[in-house]
């Protein structure tokens, strides 16, 4: 099982980014894929996620600005970010089947 995310970078706040988590090794649609973030000097916490059949839930703080989809013929998943915050700065990390994670992708927000 791996998982690889990607497509983090810097931009200002209001702004937009899209992450991508790639996954093989396992029958993608069959799983939830979930989306973690942390910041520096916090603990790790959950964005929200996506069913294998694409039911999605968020975490409050990103609701309304973040979208979770996925691309079962790509055995992708993506997070749109919209209006982005400073506080939104974080390493952003894809979860998958079997304890699995993807190595982590910079996100910064400047204000």
């Known amino acids: 099982v791996q998982l690889q995310a990607c497509g983090g970078g810097l931009v200002q706040a209001g702004g937009s980014l899209r992450l991508s988590c790639a996954a093989s090794g396992f029958t993608f649609d069959d799983y939830a894929i979930g989306w973690f973030r942390q910041a520096p000097g916090k603990q790790r916490e959950l964005v929200g996620g996506?069913?294998?059949?694409?039911?999605?839930s968020y975490a409050e703080s990103v609701k309304g600005r973040f979208t979770i989809s996925r691309d079962n013929a790509k055995n992708t998943v993506y997070l749109q970010m919209n209006s982005l915050k400073p506080e939104d700065t974080a390493v952003y990390y894809c979860?998958?089947?079997?304890?699995?994670w993807g190595q982590g992708t910079q996100v910064t927000v400047s204000s």
């Open positions: 996506i069913t294998g059949d694409g039911r999605t």
């Open positions: 979860f998958g089947p079997f304890g699995s």
